[in-house]
Structures are given as structure tokens and as C-alpha cells.
């Protein structure tokens, strides 16, 4: 470390009490120009900094893996920026304040290719489909959504295997199809008989 003034400045290390590291440049006593900060608590970020605070091109990995390649304001993420969730949810595009712009949500999704699929019990199956923009335009750069399936259940059900808790049976909508009577009910919801 350099000092002028009684002020770090120029290149050096700073470790904190708390186990903290950064690396990289200094201005009157703060990080200022390039350089690394990694947490005691396993974030990291490297990049620019301003004044003591992320500011321009960086990349910041959190503690759980996710991670953060784009613009910085002030140690917001801010402008264009790429945050790949440890899930594998990825988003693109602009943002706001930390925050993504609400005009930026999707609003609804389509099945992609056939509008009918058949689905035999027991069987598994897959579909495919585009996330949409409120304008109903395929939103682009964004994966890895994960979607809130719901689908029918005979009532009562007809494998006796699983079962549907008291609560959402009561207050599930029911409609009528083919096979009989069905409520709604999130799949994640329905739980193996114990």
C-alpha cells in the first residue's frame, strides 16, 4: 500500500477483522479503481469500484453460487447485466435499482409446437413452452424458469397412492372432463399417502 496524506492510496491489500480481502486499488482510504473484495461469507466480486462501492463492469458470485456479470451504479446492479441463479434460472437484459423493470416480467407462456399432447397414466411426458411479454412476444435471453405445473386429479383420486390435503380439496375448483370430475390443484401440492 501506498500512502498520501495519511490516506492509502494507489495499489495494495486490505484484510479486515472479519476475514474480508480485497485487493486491488486505493483512493483517499477507499477502493477505487480495480480490483477483488471476497467475503469471509464466500462472495466475491472483481471488477471497479468507486469510492468503496462496486461501480462499472464487474462479475459477483454470491455465497450459493449464483452469479452477476454486468453493469454496477453505486453497488447496484444497474444498465445491462447477466444473474444466473444456483438453480440454473438465468435472466438477462436491464436492470433497475437491484431490481429487474416490472415491464421486464413475463406475463404468460404458450406451448411451443402441438396445442394438444396425449398422456398416458403412468407415463411420463413433456412440454415445451415460450415465456411471453405482455405485448404476447417470446421474451428472449431469459431460461430456466421454473413453472408452477397444475394439472387435474380425479376426485377422488383414482391411484390411491397419493392424496390430495383436506385444505386444497375443499377449496380446489372442480370441472367436469371425459374421465369424470376433476379439481385443480398444484402438483407440488399433492402429497404420497402415508
Not at 398444484?186 to 402415508?194: D, F, G
Amino acid at each position: 500500500k501506498q500512502w498520501y496524506q495519511r490516506r492509502v492510496r494507489g495499489s495494495g491489500m486490505l484484510l479486515s477483522d472479519s476475514g474480508d480481502i480485497f485487493t486491488g486499488q486505493f483512493h483517499l482510504h477507499k477502493r477505487h479503481g480495480d480490483g477483488e473484495q471476497v467475503w469471509a461469507d464466500g462472495r466475491k466480486y472483481e471488477g471497479g469500484w468507486v469510492s468503496d462501492k462496486p461501480h462499472g463492469h464487474g462479475n459477483m458470485t454470491f455465497a450459493d453460487g449464483s452469479t452477476y456479470d454486468g453493469q454496477f451504479n453505486h453497488g447496484m446492479k444497474q444498465g445491462q447485466g447477466t444473474y444466473v441463479h444456483c438453480t440454473g434460472i438465468t435472466y438477462s437484459g436491464l436492470w433497475i435499482h437491484d431490481e429487474i423493470p416490472p415491464e421486464e416480467f413475463a406475463c404468460g407462456m404458450a406451448l411451443v409446437g402441438a396445442s394438444e399432447i396425449e398422456v398416458f397414466q403412468g407415463e411420463p411426458f413433456s412440454i415445451e413452452v415460450a415465456v411471453l411479454h405482455s405485448s404476447g412476444d417470446v421474451m428472449e435471453g431469459d431460461s430456466g424458469r421454473v413453472l408452477q405445473t397444475k394439472a387435474g386429479l380425479l376426485s377422488p383420486p383414482a391411484d390411491k397412492s397419493t392424496k390430495v390435503r383436506p385444505e386444497l380439496a375443499d377449496t380446489a375448483p372442480t370441472f367436469t372432463t371425459p374421465f369424470g370430475d376433476v379439481k385443480l390443484v398444484n402438483l407440488a401440492e399433492v402429497t404420497p399417502r402415508t
